[in-house]
C-alpha cells in the first residue's frame, strides 16, 4: 500500500520536578521518517530546555484514516544514544503496544459474546468518591503491600490547571479521584484499563479530540474541529470523541472517560473505544458509584462490571474473565 504520510505526536515531563510537560507534533511524508522526526523533535526540544527530564517519551503516529501506532520509548530524550538505536527501540515499543491491543481485542470479543443484549449501565448509586477510594487503597495495603509502595498525588492547584487545559468543567467526583489516586499507579485496577496520571489524562484528551475531530470533518467535509461540540445531553451517544468527554484511564486504545455535558447524567462514566467510540452508553451513573462496585468487588472476591473477578497471581492484582 502506498505510504501516504503520517502524523506524529511526541509527550515528555521535564523542568524542575519533571512537572512541565512537553507535548510536540508534526507531520512527515512516510513512516519510518515521522519516527526519526518525532525523534529529532524530541532532541531538539531537550537541547533546547536544559534541566531535569524524563528517561522516556511516548512517541504517537498516525496514519490518516487508517493506522494508529503508539510506544512508550526508554532512553528517547537521551543526546548520547544513536538515533538508529531509538528507531529500533520505537519500533519495538509499538510492536509491545500492537501486542496489547490484540490481547485486548480478544477480551473484548469474549466478553461481548458473554454479555449479548445484557443492559450495561450499574445500578449503584453515586456517593463519596474520598470514602470508596479509602476502601480501594485499604484492601490494596492488606494484601499486597510490598507491591504498592506509596506515591505521588495530583495537586489541586495542578488539577485545577488540568481543568483549565481540557476547556470543560470537571464533575467534583472526578476532581476528587484525581486528587486521590497516584500518579504512577502499580496495579491494572480495573480490568481493561489503567489509571492514568494527570499528564497522561491531558495528553491523550488532546490527542483524541483532535484525531477523531479529523475522521469527522474527512466524513461530513467540514474543518477539523467543527464537530467538537456538546451533542445532546450527558449520557447520549456523540458518535466520537467530543471535548466534553475526559479519560482518566484507558489502554491501547479504549478508555474509560466521565461525561461532563449537562443533564441527569452529568458525570457519568462510559467505555470509549476505538472501535465503537461511544455507542454502548454510560456504565457507571456517577465515579463514586463505579468506585462503589471496584471497591465491593475487591472485598468481596466478587465480580465487578458483571464480567470480572479479582485474583492475586505472582503478588499482582488480576482480573479473570467469568466462565
Request: aromatic residues 8%; contains cysteine; hydrophobic residues 40%.
Amino acid at each position: 500500500m502506498e505510504d501516504d504520510g503520517r502524523i506524529w505526536r511526541a509527550a515528555f515531563n521535564y523542568g524542575p520536578g519533571r512537572r512541565e510537560r512537553a507535548f510536540l507534533q508534526g507531520s512527515s511524508e512516510s513512516r519510518p521518517q515521522a519516527i526519526v522526526d518525532a525523534l529529532t523533535a524530541i532532541r531538539d526540544f531537550v537541547a533546547a530546555h536544559p534541566g531535569p527530564v524524563d528517561d522516556r517519551a511516548t512517541i504517537h503516529v498516525v496514519q490518516y484514516r487508517a493506522d494508529t501506532e503508539l510506544g512508550t520509548v526508554l532512553g528517547a530524550t537521551d543526546p548520547d544514544l544513536p538515533v538508529e538505536e531509538l528507531v529500533a527501540r520505537t519500533e519495538a515499543a509499538i510492536a509491545a503496544y500492537a501486542r496489547e491491543q490484540d490481547e485486548m481485542m480478544r477480551r473484548t470479543e469474549e466478553s461481548a459474546a458473554l454479555l449479548g443484549d445484557a443492559p450495561t449501565l450499574s445500578p449503584t448509586p453515586p456517593g463519596s468518591v474520598r470514602a470508596q477510594w479509602d476502601r480501594v487503597s485499604s484492601w490494596l495495603d492488606r494484601n499486597l503491600p510490598a507491591a504498592t509502595p506509596a506515591g505521588l498525588t495530583a495537586t489541586p492547584e495542578a488539577v485545577a490547571a488540568a481543568v483549565t487545559r481540557t476547556g470543560v468543567a470537571w464533575p467534583d467526583e472526578l476532581i476528587d479521584f484525581v486528587t486521590a489516586a497516584r500518579q504512577d499507579h502499580p496495579h491494572r485496577l480495573f480490568p481493561s484499563h489503567a489509571v492514568l496520571s494527570l499528564d497522561q489524562m491531558l495528553d491523550d484528551h488532546a490527542m483524541m479530540v483532535d484525531i477523531w475531530s479529523e475522521i469527522d470533518a474527512d466524513e461530513d467535509g467540514s474543518e477539523p474541529g467543527d464537530g467538537q461540540v456538546v451533542s445532546e445531553q450527558a449520557g447520549t451517544p456523540a458518535f466520537t470523541f467530543i471535548r466534553e468527554y475526559v479519560p482518566f484511564a484507558g489502554l491501547d486504545g479504549y478508555y474509560l472517560v466521565v461525561d461532563t455535558r449537562p443533564g441527569p447524567m452529568h458525570g457519568c462514566v462510559l467505555e470509549f473505544s476505538r472501535d465503537g467510540a461511544d455507542e454502548v452508553g454510560p456504565r457507571w451513573k456517577s465515579v463514586s458509584a463505579m468506585l462503589t462496585d471496584l471497591a465491593d468487588s475487591l472485598e468481596s472476591g466478587g465480580v465487578f462490571d458483571r464480567l470480572w473477578y479479582p485474583r492475586i497471581t505472582d503478588g499482582d492484582l488480576v482480573w479473570e474473565l467469568r466462565d
